[in-house]
């Protein structure tokens, strides 16, 4: 019997169990918390990765480990990233609460230095009857 972050109670067959994987999310000591952030492609990236980990060093709780930053593709309107950071093994309240934190934190660094967090533009163009 497994009881849900959403309150529901579930009945999981022994066989399930057996056979299956498991995830046990409280069992480590420390929980990667990974938050995905886009940049204006005029953006020194450098920079952003510094700012992201600046902006997160009061999130961070895991001294083996660093806050990574890791630019992975060329979005329609950003170059995006993966941000990790590390927090010690709480509730999925408190996991979610940091999750939340970290992009409120990213975002005021981000205005503080004037980083640009873009957003799709669409141009719509009418034709006339």
Known sequence: VVQTFQGQTIYIPNKDVFQNTVTNYS???????????????DTALENAQKTV?????????????????????????SIDAQVRFWIQNTTQREYLEAKSKAVIEIK?????????????????????K
């Open 27 to 41: 069992e480590l000591v420390y929980r990667r918390v990974d938050v995905q952030v886009g940049v204006a492609y």
């Open 53 to 77: 980990s600046g902006a997160l060093s009061g999130l961070h709780q895991d001294a083996t480990r660093d806050i990574e930053v890791f630019f992975h593709s060329f979005g329609s309107s």
């Open 108 to 128: 005021k660094a981000f205005d503080k230095a004037g980083i640009e967090i873009p957003f799709p533009i669409r141009t719509i163009i009418a034709k006339g």
